[in-house]
């Protein structure tokens, strides 16, 4: 059997992700991404026989690429603020970076098509993060509340401040970021 063509690969992902972005996770179809990719719909079945092997292939993709990016540069040693201040800088910089690979990971997340891999690779990575949270809530850094509520206050602030970075509402210089970050964690300290 012969190798796939990592370009078409690539332009399978890139293509599947911007459909996503701006139309959604539904009204995109294998036809629809191959045009978009350059390829014709035959070839693209040749690589996923179908939509949902296609979704489930890039989500676990993009998480696993997206979750590398997050923890770049984390210190296990550092203090909890020190630590999510770098994630939270990480996870800002990837939305922005590559905003149309994170509304195809929430959309997929949301889905009927998530898989019970994906989703046990999801709380896999997630791990990494709730134990941090955790960990602060334990040393009395974090607020001793059920962890989903710090999360949602942590995911929606950095989708929040990259809305106003990508609309131009507010300047993508150092201080409107480190803004965003005590904003989020004035909300989450104890």
């Not at 609309?167 to 803004?179: H, K, M």
Request: proline content about 3%; aromatic content about 8%.
């Amino acid at each position: 059997m012969k190798p796939k063509d990592e370009k078409k690969l690539a332009a399978i992902a890139l293509a599947a992700y911007r459909l996503v972005a701006s139309r959604g996770l539904s009204a995109v179809t294998l036809a629809d991404i191959a045009r978009e990719a350059g390829i014709a719909t035959s070839t693209l079945y040749v690589y996923y026989a179908a939509k949902e092997e296609l979704l489930n292939a890039l989500y676990e993709q993009a998480k696993t690429a997206a979750f590398g990016r997050y923890v770049e540069h984390d210190d296990g040693a550092a203090p909890v603020r020190a630590r999510l201040r770098r994630i939270w800088l990480n996870m800002l910089e990837n939305r922005l970076r590559h905003h149309a690979e994170t509304v195809f990971i929430e959309q997929y997340y949301h889905s009927s098509f998530m898989s019970a891999a994906n989703r046990a690779l999801s709380a896999r990575l997630a791990g990494h993060f709730t134990a941090l949270l955790e960990s602060g809530q334990r040393a009395e850094v974090l607020k001793p509340v059920a962890l989903p509520f710090l999360l949602a206050l942590i995911l929606g602030s950095i989708k929040e401040t990259a809305a106003l970075l990508m609309a131009g509402a507010v300047p993508d210089d150092e201080a409107s970021r480190a803004t965003g970050f005590q904003l989020c964690w004035d909300a989450i300290k104890a």
